[in-house]
């Protein structure tokens, strides 16, 4: 049976202010999007999201459904976002206990 665990993803706090994001920053994000995506494709991403506040309070979560706890640290550290440091990334163990079938 497979092992869930979630990352939560927090900005940088100098990212915090979106005056100070570059291209590099938007090409980061947008590598570590494709990346979930693919991922999601693969059946390892259960979900992702974020919370849509830029402050910092914010977050986003990354649900994995992988073999072990290892396959989840190098998911997790192989993240483009967390790779770069545009973001910090902390692993938990989960455990989904309800899902709403998406196609309603």
């Known amino acids: 049976m497979k092992e869930q665990y979630l990352y939560q993803l927090k900005l940088i ?3 915090l202010n979106e005056d100070n994001w570059t291209e590099r920053e938007n090409e980061i994000v947008k590598e570590h999007f494709h990346m979930l995506q693919d991922l999601c494709e693969q059946g390892i991403v259960m979900m992702a999201g974020r919370t849509l506040v830029m402050e910092e309070s914010g977050f986003g979560i990354v649900i994995l459904e992988v073999d072990t706890e290892e396959e ?3 998911i997790m550290k192989s993240d483009p976002a967390v790779k770069h440091g545009v973001m910090t990334a902390t692993l938990f163990p989960y455990r989904v206990a309800l899902f709403r079938d998406s196609k309603r």
């Open 13 to 15: 706090p100098s990212l």
């Open 72 to 74: 989840a640290k190098e």
